[in-house]
């Protein structure tokens, strides 16, 4: 269950449904929602795509990590939807753990349902080469560090929106 002056922070891999399960869950919880990708590329006025290929991952993970710390020191309570790579700087993952926060880990099978789901989607240069190969070995270096940051667990295979929603709030 979500506390009154908790933030909501969705974390897991591309593909998963952060951002549309994120939308639907402001929604219903009366919330803004702060998406990381979203407000780098707002802030910046340049896209992911463009600045992994112009400046390199270093400085995109730099922008991820101020973006997220000032998410997380809001003092209104949101939903945040937090990129796939935000669990993998040290620093990251002690601002969700110390955050006024409800952290969930939305976690699918990357061979099945994260391959399907990161077909559609331009934002994602780290999968242009071999998406199926990549995802497994995300998934494989990040799982640990998603259940580090996680309060809950919610798997999303075979799960609709609303089925997935109904979980987080649970
Ligand atoms: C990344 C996830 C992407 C985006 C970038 C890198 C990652 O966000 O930040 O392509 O390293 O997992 P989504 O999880 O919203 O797709």
Redesign the pocket.
């Known amino acids: 269950m979500i506390r009154a002056g908790q933030h909501l922070v969705l974390v ?5 449904g ?2 549309t399960v994120a939308r639907v869950l402001a929604d219903r919880l009366g919330r803004a929602v702060y ?3 979203h407000v ?1 590329e707002a802030q910046t006025g340049r896209s ?2 463009d600045i ?1 290929a112009a400046d390199g ?1 270093v400085a ?1 993970r730099a922008l ?1 990590t101020e973006v997220l710390r000032s998410g997380l020191a809001s003092e209104e309570p949101l939903v945040i ?6 669990v ?1 700087a040290e620093e990251n993952r002690a601002l969700l753990r110390d955050a006024r926060a409800r952290v969930v880990w939305l976690c699918a099978d990357p061979a099945t349902t994260l391959l399907e789901r ?1 077909r559609n ?1 331009t ?5 242009d080469d071999d998406p199926a190969g990549t995802l497994q070995r ?1 998934f494989t270096q ?1 799982e640990a560090m998603y259940r580090d940051v996680a309060d809950a667990i919610v798997l999303v295979d075979h799960r609709s929106v609303s089925e997935v929603v109904e979980a987080v709030l649970r």
């Not at 939807?81 to 935000?86: E, H, L, Q, R």
């Not at 934002?123 to 999968?127: A, F, M, N, V, Y």
Request: glycine share 18%; aromatic share 6%.
């Open positions: 897991g891999m591309m593909g998963v952060k951002s998406d990381t990708d780098i992911v795509r992994f991952e995109f991820e939807a937090g990129a796939g790579g935000v993998l990161v989607g934002h994602r240069p780290l999968l995300m990040r």
